[in-house]
């Protein structure tokens, strides 16, 4: 029996095939990591006697440092060796910050990053026994029947530590061979499978589906996503710490940006915002008044722009313009419409100033892809693959294709590519450097307009 669901994205009619578990999954816990790395790090400050106040920063930031360089992540092949240098490093590293508070470190340093690897060598052989006798499995499923998803379904039969419970395939056709897991649907199915059987991982293999749509369908969501490369058998650039791994088989996880990561950046976007809108509140009121004394024109302007989700919100500028008709379905505007000081505002971005007060309101980013205007976002929906990818993040006043030079009149593909890769590498690091960069390059955009 097929049940057949219409996706949002318009594709065709996704097939489940109605199957049962072969036994039922009980998910591993999130927390077990964390938990485990907490209570070390809380020995090591206890037995070094270090002041309570400064015991919890210390503890907060080496958990913080460690979500963010990916060791919270429980991994389906445990191995303590591929992690020892990330945990040593994130461990040692916030000790700095105690050497500045005058916090003896040398005798904390080697106590936590022992403790901590300690923590997890003792945690992992009990992780593998659960695993092994079903305390904790979670239900998976394998996005592609060829030999090599079947060399994944094999080994994660035989190899019961690695604590996944099979649900099936996802492709187009049965893979070959008896004693296979069944196919559970075509690839379109995903989301819905994820979402109705509580799917807690996701190996992608080499299905018989487009990239783009494979895309579509991974981002967002709601469970582990990891790939296997189709170069596999040969070496990668990265570490082994942040690689999975299944009997033998390199497995790449997605990045995925919880909660967490969205309270981070807007954490970010209100205190940087408010200090960059209060320190600049001087220069704003003065390029105001120049505005308005040289063109008799309010100084303000106002555009409807979108933001994430598709959501209108009204943008504040600087005018630099004079009063212009279709300015909302203009692509270009007229050169000859500059006011006097406006084409200075507008080569420099100065004009974008205001869009702090969009910032500290929380209808944009200090950093994220650049809002566009309502008409032209429901002309390039329609005619550019992937342009709705950017309104998976709120609007910024700077971005990563802006720092490339791709802003104003130049290509909106490009732009979209620059747009997706910040989104899907995104990290207050990253935010950080672009602000950097955008103010190091406040100059003419590339063909003096925009």
């Keep these: 029996m097929t049940l057949a669901i219409e996706l949002r994205t ?30 070390a790090l809380a020995i090591a400050v206890a037995i070094a006697g270090v002041p309570w106040p400064v015991a919890a920063l210390y503890i907060a930031t080496t958990l913080i440092i460690l979500r963010y360089a990916g060791q919270h ?39 936590a990053a022992g403790l901590l690897v300690a923590g997890r060598a003792g945690c992992y052989p009990l992780l593998r026994t659960a695993r092994r006798r079903g305390v ?14 079947v060399g994944v379904a094999e080994a994660l039969d035989r190899h019961p530590e690695l604590g996944l419970e099979l649900f ?37 293999c080499h299905p018989d589906a487009p990239d783009a749509l494979l895309v579509r369908l991974l981002r967002g969501l709601p469970a582990d996503v990891c790939v296997v ?9 990265a570490p082994l710490s942040l690689l999975d791994e299944i009997w033998g088989i390199p497995l790449v996880p997605l990045r995925r940006t919880g909660r967490a990561g969205r309270v981070a950046k807007r954490a970010f976007d209100l205190v940087v915002g408010s200090i960059l809108l209060v320190a600049l509140t001087p220069a ?18 106002r555009q409807s722009r979108v933001t994430a989700a598709g959501r209108t919100i009204t943008v504040l500028k600087l005018r630099t ?8 379905t203009r692509w270009v505007a007229d050169q000859g419409s500059h006011l006097r000081f406006g084409a200075f505002l507008r080569a420099t971005h100065l004009d974008e100033l205001p869009q702090l007060v969009n910032v500290v309101r929380g209808d944009m980013s200090l950093v994220g892809p650049r809002p566009e205007r309502p008409y032209f976002s ?36 490009e732009r979209i590519r620059f747009d997706n890769q910040y989104i899907e590498y995104w990290s207050p690091w990253r935010d950080l450097v672009i602000l950097v960069r955008t103010l190091a390059t406040v100059r003419p955009e590339r063909g003096g307009r925009r």
């Design 10 to 39: 318009g594709s065709p009619p996704a097939r489940i095939d109605r199957v049962t578990p072969r036994r039922r999954a009980v998910p591993g816990s999130a927390l077990i990591l964390p938990t485990v790395d907490g209570a």
């Design 73 to 111: 992540r429980l991994r389906i092949c445990l191995r303590l060796g591929d992690e020892l240098p990330r945990l040593i490093g994130s461990a040692v590293g916030p000790l700095l910050l105690l050497a500045l508070l005058h916090v003896p470190i040398l005798p904390l340093a080697p106590l």
């Design 136 to 149: 904790v499995r979670e239900a998976a499923v394998v996005v592609g029947a060829d030999p090599v998803g």
């Design 168 to 204: 099936g395939f996802l492709d187009a056709q049965a893979p070959s061979g008896r004693g296979q897991p069944a196919l559970v649907g075509d690839v379109l199915a995903l989301p819905n499978v994820v979402a109705e059987f509580g799917i807690r991982r996701v190996i992608v």
């Design 229 to 237: 490369p189709r170069l596999h058998a040969v070496g990668m650039r």
């Design 284 to 301: 704003l009121l003065a390029l105001g008044l120049a505005v308005r004394l040289s063109s008799a024109m309010p100084a303000l302007f």
């Design 321 to 328: 313009l004079a009063v212009q008709r279709n300015s909302d």
């Design 378 to 413: 429901e002309l390039f929906g329609e005619r550019i693959p992937d342009y709705d990818g950017r309104y998976r993040m709120r609007a910024g006043m700077t971005g990563w294709a802006q720092v490339h030079g791709i802003c104003g009149d130049t290509s909106i593909e």
